[in-house]
């Protein structure tokens, strides 16, 4: 005899996304003519030429377009911003330390959760000049560089790096003349569900040149409404 088998859902997981804008058309009875579209939303509206992918051609609730010569579609998404938060320590005195100009690389490990921008971080140099930082996946391939003229002292710097979720990602570089902690280092550093920072290729007493780092939150989005 054939018996027989159940399965039983347990649980569910539910992904709600932001509501698809509201939009009103124009037309223009010249040729070629632009005309303003509009819509609404509860998010920061973005515009785009195609359904999906592609890039922006505007944010806001209104688009001038250029001039038509035909029927033309555009698409407009809702945006809802993400978290953002800081992680890594917050200053430079969480312990010992000194600023650090080796010739090998050094850099901090981390841990990607879900996309998100490495917006900036703090660096303390010593003397002014230009700095050259890697982005490099755990397999050692670069990303991403940089070459910052980084002043004397303390600064921001702007890096604007996309994330996308991974582990073992490495940040910092070679001959950097900045601040580095041999001391008072406690990994990982965590934001929560975003980044952790868990060593560094030094060990675990040091932490590399990149404090108080700003970690902001891919949007989630809407259905483009054409």
């Known amino acids: 005899a054939c018996g ?5 859902q347990t649980g569910y997981i539910v992904i709600n ?12 009875c010249t ?12 998010g920061t509206l973005e515009w785009y030429t195609v359904p999906t ?12 377009t250029p001039p038509l010569s035909a029927t033309t579609t555009y698409y407009v998404e809702n945006q809802v911003p993400g978290s953002s938060g800081n992680v890594g320590p917050a200053t430079n005195t969480v312990g010992t330390g000194t600023n650090h100009n080796s010739t090998t690389a050094r850099y901090n490990y981390f841990d990607v959760l879900a996309p998100c921008t490495l917006v900036n971080c703090t660096v ?6 230009n ?23 303390q600064s921001v710097i702007t890096l604007n790096a996309p994330l996308t979720p991974g582990t073992q990602y490495r ?11 041999s001391g008072g280092i406690t990994y ?10 868990t060593g560094s290729n030094g060990g675990s007493a040091y932490y590399y040149y990149f404090y108080n780092c700003l970690i902001v939150e891919a949007p989630c989005t809407s259905v483009r409404t054409p």
């Open 4 to 8: 027989t088998s159940t399965t039983t």
């Open 17 to 28: 996304t932001p509501s698809a804008p509201v939009t009103t058309g124009a037309f223009d």
């Open 31 to 42: 040729s070629p003519a632009s005309v303003t579209l509009s819509a609404t939303g509860t």
């Open 53 to 64: 992918g592609g890039l922006s051609v505007n944010t806001g609730p209104t688009y001038v």
């Open 124 to 129: 303390y140099a010593q003397n002014a000049g």
């Open 131 to 153: 700095r050259t930082i890697n982005l490099w996946d755990n397999a050692g391939n670069v990303l991403q560089t940089w070459t910052l003229n980084i002043p004397n002292g």
């Open 171 to 181: 940040i910092g570089g070679t001959s950097m003349n900045l601040y580095r902690n």
């Open 188 to 197: 990982p550093y965590n934001l929560s569900g975003l980044v952790n920072i």
